[in-house]
């Protein structure tokens, strides 16, 4: 590849780099602000789910002659409406059932893990590792449960955190292809030259 063939691959990590530059700035704003973020989210969820429901009912719509249980592809398309209709019109509700939803999902899979890592125990394998990330998934999970909104505001925290650091590392990945592209180049474009000043 010559180094004019490098110049477009650069170009093109300048898509990931703004992908990464609005991934911090999301990130700082919903740690900043993660009040206002938890009021977007049942509106984003909402609207999500109404449109997941308007194309299952048009699909199963236009398909309800092939559907071997079409019954079933208009209750879920009803279902997923009234869940984005709720999700729309009664936000409070929804923070709460999302912070539920993740607390008992997070004390589940707390069990989950004390129990593996007894096992591991048991058979003479390393487990504190596993029992530790266990108590914290039920400490997550009671908290969720004990204090949805809380909870969800603290979990809201964790995910600009989270972005911040997605981010910054997509941005420093993107600065590491570019400048191996350009060594890539002056390298080539170097042995291109030695090769032409060379004696025939």
Known sequence: MKKDEYGPLARWLALPAA???CLIVFGV???????????LLPVA????LL????VQLAFFWTQRTLGSLPGFGWLSGAVT???GLVFLLNRNVSIAFLGICGGTWAMVLGVLRMRAALQKRRLELPWKTHLAGSLVYIAAGALLLFSP??????????LGLVLIGAGAGLLYGCWGARRLLERLGNAEAHTADSEDGAPR
Do not use: D, E, T, Y
């Open 19 to 21: 992908s990464a530059v």
């Open 29 to 39: 704003l919903i740690l900043l602000w993660p009040a206002k973020a938890l009021a």
């Open 45 to 48: 969820l909402g609207i999500g």
């Open 51 to 54: 449109l997941a429901g308007g």
């Open 81 to 83: 409406l009234m869940v």
């Open 149 to 158: 909104f809380w909870g969800i505001k603290q979990a809201a925290r964790l």
